[in-house]
């Protein structure tokens, strides 16, 4: 398989229960929602996207014709990396995120980053069976698409969404071991920390995500 990538890169993960360490992103192109060009984002399934997934201009970024190749790329990026293709000190992750990720995250290169010692987390969407091997599975629904993967370490609910769609209730009672709330990032921000904020105080199953990495300006 050729692996599509817009970027990879190393910075601190901003968000959810992995805030603050450091890691590997390497972001897929491409998505099942959006196919991120501004023509399209009224009539996509999700409207709301932030990041810049298409083509692969990005830092890093390009195709890989392997699951070792797109390891070693990643691998290269860990402080400490030696030339044998073994991240160095720490405890090594990789954030595998989109777009969607598990449009083209498969059993080579979960097996590929494995073996370079990487732990890997990914951002998905939840409307893809996440396959075995994911060592910290994230799941962000997005407006009205169904969730097929039900369980995971996260949920991450970008909050408000329209009430007819994604809402905490949703999804309060599925198996994860963390459940997120994270302010929608637009016009009305501080209006929907808020909301966010007060859902969170009187619901206490769930805890705040800010983005952090916007807060303090790193990638």
Known sequence: MTYTVREIYYTLQGEGAQTGRPAVFLRFAGCNLWSGREKDRAGAVCN???TEFVGTSGPGGGKFDSGRQLAAAVS???PGHSDGGEPGRGN???VCTGGEPLLQLDSEAI???HEAGFEIGVETNGT?????GIDWLCVSPKAAATVVQTSGDELKLVYPQDEHEAQPE???GLEF???FLQPLDNEAKEKNTRAAIEYCIAHPQWRLSLQTHKLIGIA
């Open 111 to 113: 097996r590929s980053l």
């Open 92 to 94: 090594p992750y990789v």
């Open 170 to 172: 949703n999804f309060a």
């Open 48 to 50: 709301f996207c932030d």
């Open 76 to 78: 290269e990026l860990w």
């Open 128 to 132: 893809i069976r996440a396959p075995d």
């Open 177 to 179: 071991g963390h459940f």
